[in-house]
């Protein structure tokens, strides 16, 4: 069965300080992968999706970067935080082979103070 | 989310049906989503429905008008665990296949 983790769970950075959470996919191949963000009392907002490896498509301009070194690997980036980028990150996969249904992981909470 | 509307809050009793409606727009419609969420946590997926009609998965029901832009989740024998913020998602955008997701219904079930 397929299976998406991401980390760190939660984590607390500083204004001005890098990111880095990293989303893996297991058990399955060649998937269809996404960055959302829900910001307190807000909707699902779509930041990446990449349809394969170095394959990125950014739908929000800001200070976040995405990249997918592997086939199923995908890493959400920042050089320098920014306040307003506080809120619950998720990664998610979709199966290119069957099915429109996307799975999220666990989610990844980030505080800039 | 533009262009999928669902109603913010809902209340219900436990024990009671419960129907949280989910309006969006019709042009380049590809199916559509519930997803249920619990605060702080994840999205987990309820149901797909590409077709009119209704789908039943236990307590949870389906129900999807193509014409009319419009869906429901019907959620029967409500427990408090039921207590979540539900998500609609449609498929808009035709050749992404990318779900656009509503702003989410949360729900109070209360004994």
């Known amino acids: 069965s397929q299976t998406i983790h991401q980390w760190p769970a939660t984590l607390v950075q500083p204004v001005g300080s890098p990111l880095s959470l990293e989303c893996t996919v297991e058990?399955?191949?060649?998937?269809?992968l996404y960055w959302y963000r829900q910001a307190a009392g807000r909707g699902l907002q779509l930041l990446f999706y990449?349809?394969?490896?170095?394959?990125i498509s950014s739908e929000v301009p800001q200070n976040l970067s995405a990249s997918r070194p592997q086939d199923r690997q995908f890493i959400l980036s920042s050089k320098k935080l920014l306040l307003s980028d506080s809120g619950f990150y998720l990664c998610?996969?979709?199966?290119?082979?069957?099915?429109?249904?996307?799975?999220f992981g666990e989610g990844s909470w980030l505080t800039v103070v | 989310g533009q262009n999928i509307d669902q109603p913010t809050e809902m209340t219900a009793t436990e024990g009671a049906i419960v129907q949280i409606n989910c309006t969006y727009q019709?042009?380049?419609?590809?199916?559509l989503f519930w997803y249920q969420q619990h605060a702080g946590e994840a999205p987990t997926f309820l149901s797909y429905?590409?077709?009119?009609g209704l789908e039943e998965k236990g307590r949870f029901s389906s129900f999807l008008s193509r014409s009319k832009g419009y869906s429901y989740l019907l959620l029967k024998e409500l427990q408090m665990k039921d207590s979540a913020s539900y998500l609609c998602?449609?498929?808009?955008?035709?050749?992404?296949?990318?779900?656009?997701f509503g702003r989410g219904t949360s729900l109070i079930v209360h004994p």
């Open positions: 998610a996969w979709k199966s290119r082979d069957s099915g429109n249904t996307i799975y």
């Open positions: 058990g399955t191949s060649n998937p269809n």
């Open positions: 990449s349809v394969g490896i170095g394959q």
């Open positions: 019709t042009s380049g419609f590809n199916g």
């Open positions: 429905n590409v077709l009119d």
């Open positions: 998602a449609a498929i808009l955008s035709g050749g992404s296949y990318i779900p656009t």
